[in-house]
Each structure stands twice: as structure tokens, then as C-alpha cells.
């Protein structure tokens, strides 16, 4: 069977700053992958050329075995990639169904918005998938003022409204209530049963290791080793990384 | 995707409704309620202390006519603003609309019809106009200059064209009067309502369906809230802020051809005087300098306080040196107020 992603040899650079160099990186179909790696060890950036946002210096990329050249945002969206940033991607000054229908609003051919039934969807989200129950939110209400759970929650249901087949999702829990946390890895693993794939990436090993089908560990660039979470315990994991982010390499 | 929306959701055949709130309508619309505030309290002002002046419908006549020249162009900087830019260029493009005006009729003498010759160079003013503007667009986003830079720059550079170009040299367009285009353009509806002030309200609603039910008018204000987030979420914010810059370099052309058709002569000063009442008019209204907020009701309301001061100070029996004066007051007291608003409305 074909996986649901591959990268070939994917390499990226900044002028000078070789960011990623030739990763090689499947997600199969129904797996969850968690992503880990030191501050600046290039998930980001391999996410971001996931979603299409940054196109690779070099490489390739496959979606279901077919590959795909010149990846953009919307391209990938129509992949079926959504992805929850680690900066969230809110414009907060706006109201919270142009948030939720952000970069995709419903429109007729002419390009003119169908106002209403973005502002039905968002109430029906908002009402029985992210569970608000505040009088302070409504669609109409703006973003800017919601908290970080609140937000996050919006980030994540708009990765879900868009019947997504995979989810990235960049650091969720930062900024979270330890209660938030615990609702969000359930949520992860809600993505397993509906038949999906993700890629996990989080600084909380413990989170990542819950879910995770397979750990693939980013060191400055490269892949440095992979792991299925049913072989290895969570304590060698983290031995591991250790030893990962002091020297580099993995035993 | 569509599809998917209405599989997954059966339950939605009732339309989601909010009760009307009185304070939320207030809350959300605060920046426009608040410079209607500022406007009808100006007016009864002016009407308690000069009725005579104010109770009369010359004057409204006269404002009319003079307002919609730089009203105009506050509509579409208003969403060249809200997208978080700024262009200092458009009374420079007033002229060069003009030039490209006169260029193409002298070239087109050959046609003999003067109807079709004012035609074609309204057209070739508008064309050079959206030209213009998306240079100015082009330079913005491709090289990554902030636009008020850029502006200032091609403002200097497309005086400099104008008069290069004309040699400095104004002329009359006498020859206009005899064509449909200038009744079209600047002549009276019933000998008392000015056609100028028929084209703002047109390109008022345009631009206000444009901004509020469109597409690319939710894409604005997304990129002048936060680009990094309209980026990530696949807006194509470089072709979204280059059509801005389009826009107003169009309707800047227009507005040029307005005052040029309404005076039938051309003068290489044409624009100088308008900067600064067209971005007043845009900050009065509450558009936020940075980004992601603004209103085009705001604008036009703006403008029409911005246009209204000087005939009222006069009128009012101030001399005309209070009139900056009181331009300054009322700016000033009005950004803080859209301050305070916006503020209290987060």
C-alpha cells in the first residue's frame, strides 16, 4: 500500500542555513507520527514544507504514491493536509467565522461570500465540537479576545471542519491548561479512529509517546532515528534524546 | 468540500440567528457609530451657528461638488489601509492619468470624432491609472520595500513624469463640453445634483460590496490583521495587496478626469492638495493605521467632515486662518476617540 505522504531526499536551505538536509519522511495511511527534535532542529520548517508553505531546495514529495511538484497551500489543502500551527494562524481582530473559514470561504462562482452559511457552520462547531458554551463567543464575536484554550480549540476545529485526511498538528499544547492538554490528546487519538493520519510534533515527549504509532526524532537537519512506540519504552525514548540533542547522533 | 459540509450536517436546516443586542450592535459597529456621532453633532453645530448658510441647499450643492474629487480616492486608500499599507502616490496618478488623457487624444486626431477620441483617452487614462498602481504594487511586494517608501518615491516620480511630459505646460479641454462624456461626468441632475457626487455613491457601494461580501474584501482585512496567518492559510496576500494599489490607482485616474472634465483644463499641478485630506478622511472615518480594521461608511462620512470645515468656519464668522485650526482639533479628537472605541471593543 502507498503511504499516505513520503518525502525524497527532501533538503531545504535559507541562503546560507542548511535547515533540513536530505530527509527522507513516510506517514502511512491511518498512522500517527510524532515529530521530534530540539529547538531549531528543522520541524518546523519540515512541516511548513508539508503544508507548502515553504517550497524544498531539493527533493521530492508523494501524496498516495503520486508525487506532487510545486506544493502550495491551497494544493496541499486539497490533499487533505490541515494543519494547527504552532502560532495558530488567527487574525485576531477578525470575527470567528472568517477565522474559521480562513483562506477557504464559501463563496459562489463570482467570489461573492455566503455569509450565512458560514456563520450556520461555525455556530454548529462551535456549539458541538469545540464545546463553547460562553456567551462571549459567538461567530460574531472577535477572536482577539478569546483565551489560549479557546483559541487553540478554534485552530483545531477549522483543521477538522475541512474533512482532512492529514492532520499536522505543530506544537498544540503549548500554551494549554493541563486540562486543555489532556482534551487535546484524547483528540489525537479521536484522529486514529476516524482512519487518519497526523504528524504530532510536541515538546512534551509523554504526549507524543500516547499516541504515536512511530517517533521519528529530527537532529539539526536530518532524520537521526525512528522508533515504533510499541517497541521502545518511554524512559529509552527519552535516554535517547538526550543523547540525540548533546551529540548528534543516536547510541 | 461542499458537498461534505451538508452530509455532516443534517441538523442545520434552522438558520443560526443571534438576538439582537443593542449593546453588541453598538459594540461591533462602535467605530462608525461614533464618527456618525462626530458628524451629526458637527452639522447641528454649523446649522445652530450659521442656519443660514447651513439651512439652504446651495451649500449642499457646493459640497457635492468640490467632495466627491478627493472623496473618491479615500473609498479605495481606505482598503489599500485596512490591508496595512499606505500610498502617498495617488495625486501624482491624478496627473498621469490626465497625461495619458491628453496623449491619447492628440493621437488619435486622425479619427476626426471627438466623442470617440474622449472615449478612447478616458480609457487610456483609467488603463494608465490601474498601471501605475500595480507598479506601485509590484514593487511593494516583490521587493519587500514598506509601501509608504515606495511611495514617496513614485510620488516624486510620476510628478516628475507629468511634467516632464507635458513640459510643465497646462492647457485647456475645452473641446470636452461638446461630448456626452461631460454631462456624464460632472454635469447637474435637475441643475442641482452633481454628477461627481453620483459617482462616489457608485463607487462607494461598489466598493463596499467589495470589501463586506467578497472574497477578496475578506482577504484584506485578513492580510492587514495578520499576514503571517493569511500566508499560512494559503492567502495569496502579494496579489491580494497588488490589486489594492490597483484600485486606487484607477479611481485615481478617475478622479482625475472628474476635477479635469469639472474645471475643462489640465493643469500639471492636478492632485497637489489632496493628500492630505484624502488620508484625514480615511483616519477620521476609523480605519486603524494598523491594519485589519476599517470601514468604508466611516470614509465617506470622513470625508464629508473634512470637506464641510472650511465652508463652515467661514460661515460660521471665523476667518479662514481658524480653518486649520479646527481641522487639526476635530482629527485629532477623533483618532482618540476611535482609540478609546476600538479598545473598549476588543
Request: net charge neutral.
Amino acid at each position: 500500500m502507498d503511504y499516505r505522504l513520503e518525502l525524497r531526499n527532501v533538503s531545504k536551505s535559507f541562503g546560507e542555513v542548511q535547515a533540513l538536509e536530505n530527509i527522507n519522511f513516510q506517514l502511512g495511511q491511518n498512522e500517527i507520527v510524532g515529530l521530534l527534535g530540539d529547538n531549531g532542529a528543522g520541524k518546523s520548517t519540515l512541516i511548513k514544507i508539508i503544508t507548502g508553505y515553504y517550497q524544498p531546495t531539493s527533493g521530492e514529495i508523494y501524496f498516495n504514491g503520486q508525487k506532487v511538484d510545486h506544493l502550495t497551500v491551497p494544493k496541499a489543502r486539497k490533499m487533505g493536509v490541515e494543519t494547527v500551527y504552532q502560532e495558530r494562524a488567527l487574525a485576531e481582530l477578525q470575527t470567528l467565522w472568517r477565522n474559521i473559514f480562513l483562506g477557504r470561504e464559501l463563496c459562489n462562482s463570482m467570489g461573492f461570500l455566503d455569509i450565512q452559511r458560514m456563520k450556520d457552520e461555525t455556530h454548529r462547531l462551535m456549539t458541538q465540537s469545540m464545546g463553547f458554551t460562553s456567551h462571549a463567543i459567538s461567530p460574531d464575536s472577535r477572536v482577539g479576545k478569546y483565551s489560549g484554550g479557546e483559541k487553540q480549540g478554534v485552530a483545531i476545529v477549522r483543521a477538522l471542519f475541512f474533512d482532512a485526511e492529514i492532520i499536522v498538528l505543530d506544537e498544540p499544547t503549548m500554551g494549554l491548561s493541563l486540562k486543555e492538554s489532556a482534551k487535546l490528546v484524547n483528540f489525537v487519538k479521536g484522529i486514529k479512529q476516524a482512519g487518519k493520519s497526523a504528524i504530532f510534533i510536541d515538546h512534551n515527549i509523554f504526549h507524543v509517546y500516547n499516541v504515536a504509532d512511530r517517533v521519528v526524532v529530527i537532529d539539526r537537519g536530518r532524520v537521526a532515528g525512528e522508533f515504533l512506540t510499541k517497541s521502545i519504552g518511554v524512559s529509552d525514548l527519552m535516554d535517547k534524546m538526550v543523547h540525540v540533542a548533546e551529540t548528534g547522533i543516536l547510541d | 468540500m461542499n458537498s461534505e459540509v451538508n452530509e455532516t450536517t443534517p441538523e442545520v436546516s434552522q438558520h443560526y440567528k443571534e438576538a439582537f443586542s443593542f449593546r453588541r450592535f453598538t459594540r461591533t459597529n462602535s467605530a462608525q457609530l461614533g464618527i456618525l456621532g462626530v458628524f451629526v453633532t458637527l452639522w447641528i453645530i454649523f446649522i445652530v451657528s450659521a442656519p443660514n448658510t447651513f439651512l439652504s441647499p446651495q451649500i449642499y450643492s457646493a459640497f457635492m461638488s468640490s467632495i466627491p474629487f478627493f472623496a473618491i480616492m479615500a473609498i479605495p486608500l481606505t482598503i489599500v489601509v485596512i490591508a496595512k499599507e499606505m500610498d502617498l502616490s495617488f495625486p501624482s496618478i491624478m496627473g498621469m492619468g490626465m497625461v495619458a488623457f491628453s496623449f491619447t487624444y492628440d493621437a488619435t486626431a486622425f479619427i476626426g470624432n471627438t466623442t470617440i477620441q474622449v472615449g478612447l483617452s478616458i480609457i487610456a487614462a483609467l488603463l494608465a491609472g490601474s498601471i501605475i498602481g500595480w507598479i506601485n504594487g509590484i514593487i511593494i511586494v516583490k521587493f519587500g520595500i514598506p509601501s509608504l517608501v515606495v511611495t514617496i518615491g513614485t510620488q516624486f516620480l510620476w510628478r516628475g513624469a507629468v511634467l516632464v511630459l507635458t513640459q510643465g505646460r497646462n492647457f485647456t479641454l475645452d473641446y470636452i463640453k461638446q461630448t456626452i462624456f461631460y454631462p456624464m461626468l460632472v454635469g447637474k441632475i435637475g441643475g442641482y445634483f452633481p454628477m461627481q457626487m453620483v459617482w462616489l455613491i457608485v463607487i462607494t457601494v461598489i466598493f463596499w460590496v467589495f470589501l463586506n461580501r467578497h472574497k477578496f474584501g475578506a482577504h484584506i482585512y485578513l492580510t492587514g490583521d495578520n499576514i503571517n496567518s493569511a500566508e499560512l492559510m494559503g492567502i495569496n496576500t502579494g496579489r491580494t495587496r497588488i490589486k489594492a494599489f490597483m484600485l486606487i490607482g484607477l479611481v485615481s485616474a478617475f478622479a482625475g478626469l472628474l476635477y479635469s472634465f469639472y474645471v475643462a483644463y489640465f493643469w500639471p499641478s492636478l492632485g497637489d492638495g489632496y493628500l492630505l485630506n484624502t488620508m484625514a478622511s480615511v483616519f477620521l472615518g476609523g480605519t486603524s493605521v494598523f491594519g485589519g480594521t476599517g470601514t468604508i461608511l466611516g470614509t465617506f462620512l470622513g470625508a464629508f467632515i473634512i470637506g464641510a470645515i472650511e465652508a463652515a468656519t467661514v460661515a460660521i464668522g471665523l476667518t479662514g486662518f481658524w480653518t486649520q485650526l479646527i481641522y487639526g482639533l476635530i482629527i485629532v479628537l477623533s483618532v482618540i476617540m476611535h482609540t478609546y472605541l476600538r479598545k473598549r471593543g476588543e
